[in-house]
């Protein structure tokens, strides 16, 4: 690789969504790839619905239903950043689907899909006990997740690898990656009844080896 893969970007907004299950590192790569980016970042965890996050807190795996309103939250701060800055937002956009109605929310989304073993995983999400989401959830994600497949803009990232590592590959992917075209892709969602809040008043408090196993798109 030649060239400094920020300055290749410099010409557009950077819209990436850092994807994975549960305890994938995706909020701890996000926070670390905007600072390289000079971004804000966004953990999407918090746009859930209250109860969202009480279903997860007591062990219960969210459905499409529960999703959906907050998938719309999602691609509305996505909307927002494109307009202003760029982003990276923390979110496990773990469907087609899902990523699809991302993608339809602004121009030029692409994911990073940080993978690992469900050992791993299951290590990290035991060690944390900080956090809503109990380690044994970790596997209705694994069950619910669809990897990147072709004509989705993004690459998988190997989470073993120390989160610099990580961050360097990925800044080394969006580089050689091309932004992609949307247009024909819509959204599928419908709005959240009543979300109080919108993706404006989020975004203003959220200042915050390319992969060994090659890309998926
Ligand atoms: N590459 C890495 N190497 C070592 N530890 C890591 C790495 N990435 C993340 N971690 C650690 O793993 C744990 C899970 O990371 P993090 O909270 O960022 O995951 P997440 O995907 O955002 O989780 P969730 O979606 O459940 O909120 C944290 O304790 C974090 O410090
Ligand atoms: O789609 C989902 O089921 C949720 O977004 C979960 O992935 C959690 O929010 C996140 O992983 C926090 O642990």
Known sequence: MTGDPIDAMSHEQPLIVVMGVSAAGKSTVAAA????????????????????????AAGV?????????????????????ARRDGIVIACSAL??????????????????????????????????????????????????????????????????????DVVEAALAWMAVSPVPHTDHITRNATPAPGAGRTAENRLSVADGERTSEGTES
């Open 61 to 81: 795996p969210l459905d499409d239903s529960d999703r959906w309103p907050w998938l719309d939250l999602v691609g509305d701060a996505l909307g927002v950043a």
């Open 95 to 164: 469907r087609h689907t899902y990523r699809d109605h991302l993608r339809a929310s602004a121009h030029g989304v692409r994911f990073l899909h940080l993978h690992g073993s469900r050992e791993l995983l299951l290590s990290r999400a035991a060690a944390r006990h900080d956090h809503f989401m109990p380690a044994s959830l970790l596997d209705s994600q694994i069950s619910a997740l669809e990897p990147l497949r072709g004509g989705e803009p993004g690459a998988r990232f190997d989470v073993a690898l120390p989160v610099d």
């Open 33 to 56: 790839l905007a600072a390289r980016l000079n971004t804000p970042w966004l953990d999407a965890d918090d746009l859930h619905p209250v109860p969202n996050l009480e279903k997860m």
